[in-house]
């Protein structure tokens, strides 16, 4: 099993800037993808970005230019930098990892507890 555990949320005007981070621990083979997706009230889970093992980063259209994505393989986390933060922004991020937990195992998708986003003057 994975454990995702996410951090760096809060509450910050608009524009301003929030870094959330996110760690996997427990048994790790390897994580193929992970990345961030967020959930608005009363709206579905939608992605935010992902980044493969390779270092290939897909944001949503939403984001692009705002938010960066970053990755360390060897820690085994993920980061989110969010500038230019706007009022729809605002959600519950949750941190998202596809992995395996051992070498004959099969790939499954984890999830974190999720960290509130809060953009509000």
């Known amino acids: 099993q994975v454990q995702l555990v996410e951090s760096g949320g809060g509450l910050v005007q608009p524009g301003g800037s929030l870094r959330l981070s996110c760690a996997a621990s427990?048994?790790?083979?390897?994580?193929?993808?992970m990345g961030w997706y967020r959930q608005a009230l009363g709206k579905q889970r939608e992605l935010v970005a992902t980044?493969?093992?390779?270092?290939?980063?897909n944001y949503a259209d939403s984001v692009k230019g705002r938010f960066t994505a970053s990755r360390h393989n060897a820690e085994h986390t993920v980061d989110l930098q969010m500038h230019m933060l706007e009022p729809g922004d605002t959600a519950v991020y949750y941190c998202?990892?596809?992995?395996?937990?051992?070498?004959?195992?099969?790939?499954?998708?984890?999830w974190g507890q999720g960290t509130q986003v809060t953009v509000s003057s």
């Open positions: 998202n990892a596809v992995a395996t937990s051992t070498m004959w195992g099969s790939r499954q998708t984890y």
């Open positions: 427990g048994s790790i083979y390897r994580i193929d993808v």
């Open positions: 980044v493969t093992a390779g270092g290939r980063i």
